[in-house]
């Protein structure tokens, strides 16, 4: 079981794991621009191909990867 927990903080990308009520489909991928509720895990995320929301952390992963290359690989 892994138990390494990763945080969602501003600045971060992340992917949509659910399809939103506002219009964002499962898979849709985002900035995160701030914090939209502190009690209820919630982030305001400006989506790639769609709306700015306020999204519910448990809707939400961390995208893996930092770009679109990676060092030391062929």
Partial sequence: MDTHLETIDVGARVMANQALP???????KGLVVG???WI???WRVRFDDGP???APEYALELCRGRGRFTRGGP
């Fill in 22 to 28: 506002e219009g964002v489909a499962q898979g849709a």
């Fill in 35 to 37: 914090q939209a509720g």
């Fill in 40 to 42: 209820q895990r919630r």
């Fill in 52 to 54: 700015t929301v306020d």
